[in-house]
């Protein structure tokens, strides 16, 4: 059974430029969970995605964007890219009909911008 | 304003000997509370939750975690620790009052494990 898959697994942008990054949820996971975490810090919540739409979103500014695909797939868009966006970006999926359910996590995509 | 502290951004401990890590956490009525563990490089792996009930939870690699509600703390501990066990350790909340399909994790800063031979 597969976990959560994230790709790429590194990447390295230019200030300004724009960055997608992919997400695959666990098997039988239909909610997907984006997370920035910089360097010696804990993830903070970006936001969620669940049947096609952003459900909860953290406080993050709009140069930071997803969309869910109908295979509940996921995708993380980031314009404007600045030198404080460098972190690594996780993906967490769960299953929204299973109470008290664990968010589970992919390997995530570290991103550096230069 | 939900939050979670993790007192420690470190703990030294030697093997065999039992470990414990803290953290408290400041939300409104009950939470949800997770630990994730965290190896070099790699995402974050489950460990255990409460959710409801026995105030000692028992989770994965012999962890488990003692739910305080008046001391608002969720501390993990393991009763021998392992050198494998070293690690960088998250605190997680989730608002229970938020039913949706998920509600965000709110994290802790991270607390480094250490445990030497």
């Known amino acids: 059974d597969a976990g959560v898959t994230q790709s790429p697994t590194h990447l390295i942008k230019t200030r300004g430029q724009q960055v997608t990054l992919r997400c695959s949820p666990k098997?039988?996971?239909?909610?997907v969970s984006w997370y920035q975490q910089a360097l010696g810090q804990g993830p903070q919540f970006i936001f969620q995605y669940y049947e096609e739409e952003e459900r909860q979103r953290g406080n993050f500014p709009d140069r930071f964007s997803g969309h869910q695909f109908p295979n509940y797939s996921s995708e993380l868009n980031v314009n404007a890219l600045l030198l404080g966006d460098s972190a690594l970006y996780l993906c967490?999926?769960?299953?929204?009909?299973?109470?008290?359910?664990?968010?589970?996590f992919g390997p995530g995509t570290r991103l550096t911008v230069t | 304003a939900q939050s979670v502290a993790q007192p420690e951004d470190q703990v030294n401990v030697a093997e065999g000997n039992p470990l414990t890590v803290k953290c408290t956490y400041s939300v409104s009525g009950n939470p949800y509370l997770f630990w994730y563990v965290q190896y070099p490089n790699r995402g974050l792996q489950f460990l255990l939750k409460?959710?409801?009930?026995?105030?000692l939870v028992k989770g994965s690699y012999g962890f488990e975690a003692e739910f305080n509600k008046s001391q608002t703390s969720f501390h993990l501990k393991k009763p021998s620790a392992l050198v494998s066990d070293s690690a960088l350790y998250f605190c997680?909340?989730?608002?229970?009052?938020?039913?949706?399909?998920?509600?965000?994790?709110?994290f802790g800063q991270g607390t480094e494990l250490s445990v030497k031979p």
């Open positions: 967490a999926s769960s299953f929204a009909g299973q109470p008290f359910y664990e968010q589970y």
């Open positions: 997680a909340v989730r608002d229970r009052k938020v039913y949706n399909q998920g509600g965000k994790l709110i």
């Open positions: 409460y959710i409801t009930g026995d105030n």
């Open positions: 098997s039988g996971h239909d909610t």
